[in-house]
């Protein structure tokens, strides 16, 4: 079992930055492929980052160039820094775990219970 609890969301003006941390417990971490997804109002959750535990990245088209996803082994944590956010951006971002990168952008084995991240006009 791996246990996922985030932190860092909160209400930011269109054009400002937030960083997420997601800790990780319960399993080695450093072996896990870790992944973000939001999930807006009325809107099915959406992948948006994953990194692989080599520190491949792969990210949605959406947020390519604004976020980024990083990863520290020895706190066990991953990040995900939000950069020149829009509107549209706001949502409930969950962290996310499985066993390869394929599958942590996908159907992740383990996720977080959310944070909220609202973007201001």
């Known amino acids: 079992q791996v246990q996922l609890v985030e932190s860092g969301g909160g209400l930011v003006q269109a054009g400002g930055s937030l960083r997420l941390s997601c800790v990780g417990s319960g399993r080695s971490f450093s072996s896990l492929a870790m992944g973000w997804f939001r999930q807006a109002p009325g809107q099915e959750r959406e992948f948006v980052t994953a990194?692989?535990?080599?520190?491949?990245?792969n990210y949605a088209d959406s947020v390519k160039g604004r976020f980024i996803i990083s990863r520290d082994n020895a706190k066990n944590t991953v990040y995900l820094q939000m950069n020149s956010l829009k509107p549209e951006d706001t949502a409930v971002y969950y962290c996310a775990a499985a066993t390869a990168i394929k599958k942590a952008a996908s159907h992740p084995d383990y996720w977080g219970q959310g944070t909220q991240v609202t973007v201001s006009s």
């Open positions: 990194i692989a535990w080599t520190g491949v990245t």
